[in-house]
């Protein structure tokens, strides 16, 4: 039997990672996330996710080996604090092998983007059936107008060429 599954956007969040230079977590009240899962026998028969993160909240967690960088600066987004990914279709390869396409928007530029999209665990607390869902990619810099900094402009850090983004979705019956 298919169940779909709603997301919370309470217990969802967002990981943004570049190579030896910063960490940004995306959680918080500002943040929207919308969509569901149809999970059948344990497995992901289809999926639609929609979400919007400010980055420029005073509500996100950001750890960075540097004080010199800024999650602003990073995402060069001083007029466009939004970032925001929308699927059109899932694509179910396998058994754990699924995709999620769509459109990613990062400082008003949008681009297709196909991400890895899994399962993690369903779990039954309280009473209450949860479920964990994982979204994952790469994400190149260039694509979005994102500039490419030296080691000069970032005191000495490698601002990796690619972002790594990855939503952790909770999901309820």
Do not use: C
């Not at 810099?141 to 000069?152: E, I, K, M, P, W």
């Amino acid at each position: 039997m298919n169940i779909k599954w709603a997301i919370d956007s309470n217990q969802s969040d967002v990981l943004i990672k570049s190579r030896h230079a910063i960490i940004a977590y995306l959680s918080g009240p500002v943040n929207i996330f919308n969509g569901y899962v149809d999970i059948q026998d344990d497995e992901i028969k289809n999926a639609s996710v929609e979400f919007s993160l400010n980055v420029n909240t005073p509500e996100t967690k950001l750890e960075q080996i540097d004080a010199q960088a800024k999650l602003k600066d990073f995402f060069d987004i001083s007029a466009y604090p939004i970032i925001s990914f929308k699927s059109t279709s899932f694509e179910k390869v396998a058994k754990n092998i699924n995709f999620l396409k769509g459109n990613l928007t990062i400082r008003n530029i949008t681009k297709y983007v196909e991400l890895d999209a899994e399962l993690i665990a369903i779990n039954t607390y309280n009473g209450d059936k949860k479920a964990a869902f994982e979204i994952t990619g790469q994400i190149n810099r260039n694509d979005f107008g994102l500039a490419y900094q030296s080691f000069t402009q970032t005191n000495g850090l490698a601002m990796g060429q690619d972002i790594k983004l990855i939503a952790n979705l909770e999901l309820a019956v």
